[in-house]
């Protein structure tokens, strides 16, 4: 990427996170409940804020060695860029819905020319974080409690999954219409062998997985 639009788009960021955090605390109307509660629990909270900020680095560690075994297929970079990258995907993950800018901030790090294929691969491994979240959260369903089952019926609503149907149907209409470009063809047969040939690979999918599950349980 360009130096300069690399600038621009971290100081666009940086603003971005700095108003959203001003407008949380501007709005935040419970100041005097906080600061009995931090005079009251002092010890107590450093000791939690030491533990928080221990789990997450170790957090953003296994996401970066992640990240960079994600994107491997497509480019080689160092855990110091595969850092920056996390970071990134961070910031622009808590400014928007969903966290849909994870994936933006991770991509817009990527060489221009794979970005494509960075795409895709970060949607993987997306896909392989929220099927760990998934299958921990369905093996913990007979010891849980009735307030997280009745999170699980809303989970799965008839709504919710009318929901995720439609959001479905509209990304293959997307990939319909897209396949009528020449380029996209070229494109979606360099995904078919970055599949064929690295993400179907067990050592690719069995290493994803493990590093997922260790990311999840110290997240």
Not at 171 to 186: E, N, Q
């Amino acid at each position: 990427m360009n130096r300069r639009v690399k600038i621009a788009t971290i100081t666009a960021v940086s603003i971005c996170l700095y108003a959203y955090l001003a407008h949380r605390m501007t709005n935040f109307g419970e100041w005097e409940e906080f600061e009995i509660l931090i005079t009251n629990n002092t010890g107590k909270i450093v000791a939690v804020l030491a533990i928080q900020l221990i789990l997450l680095m170790l957090n953003i560690l296994l996401e970066s060695i992640k990240w960079r075994h994600i994107i491997r297929p497509v480019e080689n970079i160092g855990l110091k860029e595969s850092v920056k990258s996390t970071f990134m995907a961070m910031a622009l993950g808590n400014i928007t819905p969903a966290r849909t800018g994870e994936h933006i901030g991770r991509i817009i790090t990527t060489n221009q020319h794979k970005r494509t294929l960075s795409a895709a691969l970060s949607l993987f491994s997306s896909i392989v974080q929220t099927a760990v979240i998934t299958g921990v959260f369905l093996l913990s369903l007979p010891f849980a409690t009735s307030k997280v089952l009745s999170i699980a019926d809303i989970a799965f609503s008839g709504k919710t999954i009318l929901t995720i149907f439609i959001l479905l149907a509209v990304f293959a209409a997307t990939i319909v219409a897209l396949t009528l470009s020449k380029r996209t063809r070229r494109t979606l047969l360099r995904l078919r062998i970055l599949l064929k040939h690295h993400i179907a690979t067990p050592h690719y999918r069995n290493k994803t997985i493990i590093l997922s599950i260790l990311r999840y349980t110290v997240f």
